[in-house]
């Protein structure tokens, strides 16, 4: 990954996210569902014990060799937990962009949810099919299923509150990453779209922190805590 790339810098916001939020609960350990090659892991295994799931083998080849020091494994989650992972010992979970590819994204938050101690938090991130993008671009939208058909699960964002209530889990706090996805309109120039819409975005890779509202942005972003007792 080259750095300071949109992808190095929308990495480097997701790994802030997990680190604000294992500061924030005094956790150490960290699991990736999803995790392709390791970026993420390899930003955040200096810092604390890390482990990585995802369904290639090749990405997961990979991520031993860019997060040589995070447990990778392969696995594909619909079709139940990896039985080396220990339930209950995981203190932040992450799924960027995993659940939409799903055809049971309950049944995935019911079992990130049993691999998190109590007191632990998902993050997970999914495309927003209420954003402006959404509306505006129809089709020639990012996530829309004729441009990934691997987007099985787009749900509105009220039906993912309520499969992660479902789940067990306790919704903290939603927010969003920002209106990436220029053009909106035909009719202004890219450039001044970008003057336009990018700040909001620009702000949150730098600081490492999400500045806009659920509504506002195409990917909702939710933190959802597995209650201290069951």
């Excluded at 290639?56 to 020091?69: T, V, W």
Aim: hydrophobic share 45%; charged share 20%.
């Amino acid at each position: 990954m080259k750095r300071f790339s949109q992808h190095w810098w929308a990495t480097r916001f997701y790994a802030g996210l997990a680190d604000q939020q294992l500061r924030r609960i005094g956790g150490r350990r960290l699991l990736e569902v999803g995790c392709g090659v390791g970026y993420l892991l390899a930003m955040l295994e200096d810092r604390y014990e890390t482990c990585g799931l995802d369904i290639s083998p090749h990405a997961i080849e990979q991520c031993r060799r860019f997060a040589p020091r995070s447990r990778c494994a392969v696995a594909d989650f619909e079709q139940g937990l990896p039985p080396e992972l220990a339930l209950g010992t995981f203190d932040v979970v992450v799924a960027k962009y995993v659940l939409e590819h799903l055809r049971s994204p309950q049944a995935a938050l019911a079992g990130m949810r049993t691999l998190l101690r109590p007191g632990g938090v998902l993050i997970f991130a999914v495309p927003n099919t209420a954003s402006l993008g959404a509306r505006w671009k129809g089709s020639a939208w990012y996530a829309d299923p004729t441009k990934d058909p691997t987007h099985c699960s787009l749900l509105a964002p009220e039906r993912w509150r309520e499969l992660t209530r479902a789940a067990g889990l306790t919704i903290r706090r939603e927010t969003a990453d920002g209106f990436w996805d220029v053009p909106y309109v035909s009719w202004l120039p890219r450039l001044v779209q970008s003057a336009v819409f990018l700040p909001p975005t620009i702000l949150a890779c730098l600081l490492a922190r999400p500045v806009l509202p659920a509504r506002w942005g195409e990917n909702i972003i939710i933190f959802a805590e597995r209650p201290g007792t069951d």
